[in-house]
Nanobody
Framework: QVHLVESGGGLVQAGGSLRLTCAAS????????MGWFRQAPGKERQFLAR????????NYADSVKGRFTISRDNTKNMVSLQMNSLKPEDTAIYYC??????????????WGQGTQVTVSS
């Protein structure tokens, strides 16, 4: 069982940056791939970024490629999402998840409760 808690969300102006952090507790964090997803009001949850269990492989959705960077520190049981050049359309609740190295929500077994990111224009 892995328990995930996101932090770092907030209100930022367009063009600004935020760094989200996901702290994991429980057993097996370093054996799971990690992903970041987001869900805007009235929309489906969408994949943003993923990182392999060892951190050597990453993948991004086209909508955030070049602006967002995912990283992990297995010694601290933590995964981060650095978000730069934020746009109003990035406004959503952001979730981290642990599971298989995949873009699909169904591949992830454990989810955090989410953190709100609001980007003002």
């Amino acid at each position: 069982q892995v328990h995930l808690v996101e932090s770092g969300g907030g209100l930022v102006q367009a063009g600004g940056s935020l760094r989200l952090t996901c702290a994991a507790s429980g057993r097996g964090f370093s054996t799971y791939a990690m992903g970041w997803f987001r869900q805007a009001p009235g929309k489906e949850r969408q994949f943003l970024a993923r990182i392999s269990w060892h951190g050597g492989s990453t993948n991004y959705a086209d909508s955030v490629k070049g602006r967002f960077t995912i990283s992990r520190d297995n010694t601290k049981n933590m995964v981060s999402l650095q978000m730069n050049s934020l746009k109003p359309e990035d406004t959503a609740i952001y979730y981290c998840a642990a599971g298989l190295y995949s873009d699909y929500l169904s591949s992830y077994k454990f989810w955090g409760q989410g953190t709100q990111v609001t980007v003002s224009s």
